[in-house]
């Protein structure tokens, strides 16, 4: 039974791209409010996690690229740590451990367990990044697994309105941002980001340049956020027909999150900077196909979500678009 002086260093694993961290990244403050931990590290793709220490409940974030996480899938059987291993010093000192890498592996559970107790005792539970037959928000499925382990009740809440506190900093960085293209930051703004990591997740573009003409319509300046992959991914003729619009590329995640701040609103996908947006607070319409956004839903107190008939999806609608016109402005 967890004992309230008993955990005071927390470690997560996770080996997801950007909406996967922040899906999972209630699991941080449920460690701290819940479990008594005062410093939780995060182990992953550091590109995606830059922004986290200072602005979320995560302390730290260490890269996978610096830790020989791979060791941990050898056979257990054959599995050996040195005096000195550098594994030991990587997971030393953690109470409360949570991963999201190698649940299908009992090798690797197995592995983890003998590292981290060659130092002490610990929690640790290893949880899937998607379990099919839950049908709730993948949160919670995180937060009721970490709970059960540690045999305390799970107590369901609303959505903290921010995951993510900017700097002070942050808010003069992305109304620079916003100058340098030739926009008053002090315009209601929208930022709209057309694309996702991957092509079935997109709405049709078509889609998004007739939303962001309705937008301005009323009065309201937008920004298109462009990435590598969408100047890859888009025709010559659709890049050009977003020309119409300022657009914003090429930025860090930092960069992103800091233009998110500075704006009214935001329009995408099902992809990470929806949740990004989601996070910060921001009122958030999400755009879902393929995908099931009961589980998969950006976490935020003022998000909505337009489902669209996977078939329908990749193709132009007028209606579909008006139809998310009204419900961006039902919470802006």
Known sequence: MFSKHSYRKGLILHPGAIGDCLLALPAASFMKQRLGIEQVDWFGRTEYLEFYPGRTAVDRIRSFDAVPIHRLFQ???????????PLLHYFSGYEQVVSFFGC???????N??????CSQSAQVLVLPLDKESYDGPIGRFYLEGIA??????????QPPSQLIEPHSSDFPAGREQISQIGINPDRPIILIHP?????????AAENFLLLA??????GHEVIFLLGPAEKERFSEKTLKAFDRFPTLSDLSLTQILQVLVCSDGYVGNDSGISHLAAALGKPTLAIFGPTNPRKFAPVGSKVRILTVEPSLFRQFSEPLVHEAFRVLFEIL
């Open 75 to 85: 056979k257990s059987a054959s599995f050996e740590l040195e005096e000195h291993d």
């Open 104 to 110: 299908e592996n009992p090798d690797f559970e197995q």
């Open 112 to 117: 983890l367990l003998f590292t981290i107790h």
């Open 148 to 157: 059960a382990e540690n045999q305390i009740p799970f107590e369901e809440r």
């Open 195 to 203: 694309g996702s990591g991957s092509l079935q997740k997109c709405w």
């Open 213 to 218: 003409e309705q937008i301005r319509q009323q």
